[in-house]
């Protein structure tokens, strides 16, 4: 920690981490490394039970009746429209064929899952090889003793039934259950890389003292030696550029003991680094983990290909947030993990793909991970485009002061951590959301949740979301930085009330450095009211327009306050949430900006688009609402462009500059059809309304 004057400034430098088993197609310029792990993908051929079985893991037990699926899957893809969700135990089973092509068995063989939820046990053969708790994080079993060549049987208990000991205990979201992410087996020698790491890849980069002219590069590389003897072994670190160049090596003889992990540190420094700096220029490096025996002619052991990204940030109470020394505007959305009618939580990369595209449109430069740690494919994007993320703890709404939630919290964070620690794009660790009861014993979890995140990683801050009071209560006291979950406008106060919080705020707690966490309000594109009364949150009107209304207010006093760090809508996506019945549906949260099933994006959408991007853009609000009752009705427009020109039913409206991002027209439509068209220098956009009058009733007779 330093600081710059009386204010607070953190300072954080790493690299990115995304593990590749294959050999990377770069090692044919700088030495081929032939393949020395094994993996076999095991997404398909599985049978599933949404039920609890006795003896589930037996090998006679018969399964011929069970629903045949493929992964990733969700025991409540079909519930996600209605707010009905399954919460109990299930089951998954499925035959798996190993020949020595397939995998080695006289070598170490692990059982790896990117994620299930939310408590898991695993029967290979009969015999039980381990359990799991929690729902977000990649979790590995070593299966070695109990696989044999032929045909083996693999039975998967998953329960996502609340458990007190087990984060999240509440949230205002759907926990889905099931074997919701991919499956695989991982074969190493017995000399490699460390597998047992929490889920990890067992390597970290960092870089550190970074500028423009140097930075330190640092590789530490937990080594296991499965042997019973000691092994004697070369480690080679490498750093490739974009153009397939080494930029730097270094390499360390070493001895390991039998039955081992011993980590192992690795220095280096590159001169004239391409620095990875946000959306502007999301550079990334290939680092190279090459294992090797200490002999005349080494023998491959060990080989991880990682995408690193090297950069500074600070986070400072008056500035900011800097990249590289340069000030950076940090504006986007909360996004759960790409959740899918029909799918729930069990997506593919490519629909991951396609929420973070409408996501680039929308202009984001940063993302908060709600609220839990989500697929690696996410952070992985993020890092390639150049996101900044906010990632936290599953520890939501409510807490447990029991000893083994405070263990199970303890291992789901450094699951998070060490699984995620080298992204460039993950600048903050979250602690954890709106934990609604304010004692000693909230206190006392997150206070160990600070302290645990600075062992496991100094370099970043902590922070915390924060609702809904003041950033100097007791629950906003817990974390380097801090972000705040408002709501003006829609669950309390008016549109108007926020800066002047914000500026409250600030003056209370001067030294630290605040964001907005959530703000937002819900919106059904099926509801359309212009101009829109203010509706009551819990009702089933939420007018599209009134989302619109609320967040150009919102933005217009955000943007005003750059000293803040990070500013974050509540939310990318409407999302499944099983507690709620509100708007046009029961178990939907409908304050994305996007429609859940990704067909719409609402007004509020083009509203941030107009803002955050420089495409050209000119948008008229209102689409949705084409049938109207009243002539004299308001043309509005979003757009980035100086000016826009408005003809109704082709006749010129005349033309407005753009204040703002927006310009108004009052128009009078005519009966039947009207066609509106809006058109700037480098864009256009065009709507029909329907206009039809009021019949006339006679007065009343007297």
Not at 40 to 48: A, H, V, Y
Not at 113 to 128: E, Q, Y
Not at 468 to 478: F, K, L, R, T, V
């Amino acid at each position: 920690m330093r600081t710059l004057g009386m204010r607070l400034v953190f300072v954080f430098v790493l690299g990115a981490i995304n593990v590749v088993f294959a050999p990377s197609s770069l090692c044919a310029d700088i030495g081929q490394v032939p393949e020395v792990r094994k993996t076999l993908t095991l997404d398909s051929d599985w049978r599933f039970m949404r039920s609890d079985i006795a003896d589930g893991g037996a090998v006679s037990l018969d399964d011929s009746g069970w629903q045949p699926i493929s992964l990733p899957h969700s025991v409540n893809a079909d519930s996600a429209m209605n707010g009905k969700t399954h919460r109990g135990a299930a089951w998954y089973r499925r035959l798996v064929t190993l020949t020595k092509s397939a995998v080695d068995i006289d070598k170490h063989t692990y059982l790896e899952f990117d994620g299930a939820a939310l408590a898991t046990d695993v029967w290979i053969n009969g015999a039980k090889v381990g359990h799991h708790d929690g729902g977000f994080a990649r979790f590995r079993f070593d299966i070695t003793p109990y696989i044999k060549l032929g045909s083996n049987v693999v039975a998967v208990r998953v329960d996502n039934s609340k458990v007190l000991d087990i984060a999240p205990l509440g949230g205002d979201y759907t926990l889905f259950g099931g074997l919701y992410r991919n499956v695989r087996l991982v074969t190493t020698q017995d000399v490699h890389v460390d597998m047992q790491d929490y889920g990890s890849s067992g390597v970290t980069f960092t870089a550190k003292n970074v500028t423009p002219k140097s930075a330190a590069l640092t590789w530490m590389v937990r080594l296991a030696n499965d042997r019973e003897r000691a092994a004697k072994v070369h480690l080679i670190a490498r750093l490739v550029d974009a153009q397939h160049t080494a930029v730097a090596t270094v390499s360390k003889v070493v001895d390991l003991p039998p039955h081992g992990v011993t980590p192992i540190s690795l220095d280096a420094r590159l001169d004239i680094p391409h620095l990875w700096q946000g959306v502007a220029d999301p550079y990334l490096y290939d680092s190279e983990i090459e294992l090797v025996t200490d002999a005349a002619q080494p023998v491959p052991l060990d080989h991880i290909v990682i995408p690193v990204g090297i950069r500074d940030i600070r986070i400072d109470a008056d500035k900011g947030l800097l990249i590289n020394g340069q000030v950076v505007s940090v504006h986007g959305v909360n996004i759960h993990q790409t959740i899918l009618p029909g799918k729930g939580s069990a997506v593919s990369d490519a629909d991951i793909d396609a929420d973070y595209q409408m996501l680039g449109d929308l202009g984001v430069t940063g993302l908060r991970f709600a609220h839990y740690q989500h697929a690696a494919h996410g952070y992985d994007l993020a890092d390639q485009k150049g996101y900044l993320v906010w990632t936290e703890l599953p520890m939501s709404s409510q807490v447990n002061g029991s000893e083994a939630f405070q263990i199970n919290i303890t291992q789901q964070l450094r699951e998070l951590i060490r699984q995620n620690i080298n992204h460039p794009s993950v600048f903050v660790w979250g602690l954890g959301n709106e934990i609604y009861k304010v004692d000693d014993v909230s206190a006392r979890l997150l206070d160990a949740m600070h302290k645990l995140a600075h062992e496991e990683d100094p370099s970043r801050a902590t922070t915390y979301a924060n609702c809904c009071s003041e950033i100097d209560g007791p629950q906003a006291s817990h974390s380097d930085v801090i972000g705040s979950n408002v709501y003006f406008g829609w669950y309390n106060g008016n549109f108007a009330d926020l800066g002047p919080w914000i500026d409250k705020n600030h003056s209370r707690r001067p030294a630290t450095a605040e964001a907005i966490s959530e703000y937002g309000a819900g919106a059904s594109v099926l509801q359309q009211e212009d101009p829109p009364l203010r509706p009551k949150p819990a009702s089933h009107w939420h007018p599209e327009q009134y989302q619109a209304l609320y967040h150009e207010a919102a933005w217009k006093q955000l943007e005003a306050k750059p000293w803040l760090w990070a500013t974050f809508i509540w939310v990318g996506f409407d999302f499944p949430s099983a507690g709620r019945n509100e708007g046009d549906r029961a178990g939907i949260n409908d304050k994305g900006l996007i429609t859940f099933d990704r067909t719409v994006k609402k007004d509020a959408y083009f509203w941030y688009q107009s803002n955050w991007t420089a495409k050209p853009l000119v948008y008229i609000t209102s689409r949705r609402n084409t049938e109207r009752s009243v002539a004299d009705v308001d043309v509005k427009i979003y757009s980035n462009q100086p000016s826009v020109s408005v003809r109704l039913n082709g006749v010129d409206q005349g033309t407005q500059a753009v204040v703002g991002h927006i310009a108004l027209w009052h128009v009078k439509l005519t009966p039947g059809r009207n066609h509106i068209e809006a058109v700037a220098e480098a864009a256009s956009d065009n709507i029909d309304w329907l206009y039809q009058p009021q019949p006339q009733h006679p007065p009343p007779a007297p």
